[in-house]
């Protein structure tokens, strides 16, 4: 294969553009660079060669990273090493030649790509919307192997290569341009003209005398051993404490970062690609790299092979949390939307909240003032259902209860236009009992967002069964849109994460009413990688909202769905948690103390030890998991896994639910689940499915 086109004008300005054959994008295999070695070679021999630019064919696109699939595919630290070895000398080849170069970057720059770039003297930027620059490699469960940790901190400084490589940060053309990863940063349409002016300054020598005082101005204090030692030892800290130590990666990025400060150049890639190997055979590194995969899939399903149609307009009806949280969704992607509420006190309750969500986005460094008001100029209101004509898509956020939601589809059919789609944001109501009434049942959808709106990135897609394929295609796009992952799954009682999430904090609760403490379960699935307990998740859900789940799920699943009587006592308390100050937890500021009045709600003195904790707690989501599947609720495990990482925070260094049920083996898992149904009771039945599978020695991935 050709990845590359070459060149050369009278001035010895040559250009070699970067095009991955048969490709969308421009990918970093092994291939690739083996090509680019033999073009250097040549190169470097031409004296009438004075610059080289490294552009790319695709659009939006300079190169998207290495090939994920070549590094999966390793099976042996020494082939690692060998083969970095020679990929990385590519790189110094490239950074050594004896005339400048230039690597132009319009659109995604990122790990390999990155690490190619900073091996050329300059690097000419965009700073348009589709132009992102970074080292993503720690959230695949690696370290950059072409050269970044040792390039990078030369160009943005020591403590600032820690930060961008161990937080996977992706910087636009004009961040980049202020910390020196870039040398400019311009609007597209302007880029030939950069290109020619920095062909100027590189034969007249202007630009690189400018850029040498930069870099040498960036870099003097990292020599002070003392400060290195601090800044590294501060940075582990601070990522062990966010990810509980259960990703390796960044910690050791940070170690190679400290280690090869002063090293020459070649020691210190010996360094990374020795850390570098043993992590991408690691189990953490094929469980992200497996997630990413799905991703990257996902990206592409349609759901639908209807076209979908453009949404221009959308109203929000409902202001509580989800609903401003939805509303704040749609203006960040600069969706024109028009709140609907009952009362005007509740709009500027709302109108807060998404001020809110836009400065944590600030605050970040991602939005400035007047960005922030140009999109809170496309937030309109009423209180009157009027000026909703014009609407593409109306998202229903209203509570869960189905006769306030049909009374709301009986007045925006009043008001709307005739083609409008409606979505319900329903957590675990019927869609199509919800569309019954309605006049066109066909362009009625569940869009089920997750709390908090700003964070959560799954939508659940649920179709009733007179949903068109038009409708579920035009969600599909918007929820794309919106920059969130769609996933379709079958209308069923709280569809599919809700499903299999409840069974979990279920049995969280039985285990106390047997006699084991909050903390200690808490303890044990936090430890096991959740982001929070199953008490301190519930406290934030909501008690009342967790029982009226659990009272859906009940009347439709039976006995093994039979919620624990904890729910209704504390909801009769009015202990619902975060928002009345008392759950299972106190909730004083950020402050939790467990609520010691829980304990006359116990039934026994049981301690259990927390093996039994970890599996009764996830076994039981995974035997719900696999019914899921049995009854196609989701099309796959892949999907499934990917939905309850972005759904519950699973997670994801397992792989995911049903990966993890993979790593213990189905034999195993169904073992488990026999015992705790002789032990407990049939809630823990294994399902048809796991049966088969152990019968046929099957995986859930490997059936795929």
Known sequence: MNYFNQTKDKRGVVTLTFDTPEKPVNILCFDALYQLEQILDILQKDSSVKILFIESAKKSIFIAGADIKEIKAFQDEKEIVKTLSRAQAVLSTLGNLPFATVSVIDGACLGGGLELAMACDYRLATNDEHTRLGLVEVSLGIIPGLGGTQRLPKLVGYQKAIE??????????????????????????????????????????????????????????EKIFPLKSIIAQLAKASVIAKTEGHYPAPVKAIEVLEKTLNMPMEEGLKVERETFAPLALSEISKNLIELFFTS??????????????????????????????????????????????????????????????????????????????????????????????????????????????????????????????????????????????????????????????????????????????????????????????????????????????????????????????VEHIDKVLKAFGMPMGPFTLADEVGLDIGKKVSDILFESYGERMKPSPLLAQMTEKNWLGKKTGKGFYLHQGKQLTFNTEVQSLQCGKTVLDEQTILDRAILIMVNEASRCLEEKVVANARYLDMAMVMGTGFPAFRGGLLRYADSLGVAEVVRRLSEFETHYSERFRVSGLLLKMLEKKQTFYGNM
């Open 164 to 221: 961008l490589i161990t937080a996977s940060k992706r910087l636009k053309g004009d961040k980049a341009l202020k910390l020196g990863l870039v040398d400019a940063s311009v609007p597209s349409g302007y880029l030939s003209f950069k290109k020619e002016e920095f062909i100027q300054d590189i034969l007249d020598g202007t630009l690189a005398d400018r850029t040498t005082k930069i870099r040498r101005r960036v870099t003097w204090y």
């Open 296 to 517: 990257e899939v996902l990206k592409k399903e349609t759901f639908s092979r209807a076209k979908p149609r453009a949404v221009k307009e959308t109203v929000v009806i409902g202001t509580g949390t989800m609903g401003a949280g939805i509303a704040w969704a749609l203006t960040n992607r600069d969706i024109p939307v028009r709140l609907g509420a009952r009362n005007m006190k509740s709009i500027v309750r709302a109108f807060s909240a998404i001020m809110a969500d836009f400065e944590n986005v600030k605050r970040r460094g991602r939005l400035t003032d007047r960005e922030i008001a140009l999109k809170m100029d496309r937030v309109t209101c009423t209180t009157e259902m009027d000026g909703l004509s014009r609407s593409d898509f109306v998202i229903e956020a209203v509570s869960e209860d189905p006769k306030i939601k049909q009374a709301v589809y009986t007045q925006l059919e009043e008001h709307l236009a005739e083609d409008a789609i409606v979505a319900t944001n329903t957590s675990s109501l019927s869609v199509t009992d919800l569309a019954a009434d309605t006049v066109h049942p066909e362009r009625f959808v569940g869009m089920h967002f997750f709390n908090p709106v700003a964070k959560m990135p799954l939508v659940e897609v649920i179709a009733g069964a007179k949903t068109n394929a038009k409708t579920i295609a035009t969600v599909v796009g918007l929820t794309k849109k919106l920059g969130k992952t769609p996933i379709k799954v079958k209308e069923c009682a709280g569809f599919l994460v809700n499903r299999t999430l409840l069974p979990y904090l279920n049995e969280a609760a039985k285990m106390f009413e047997e006699g084991e403490s």
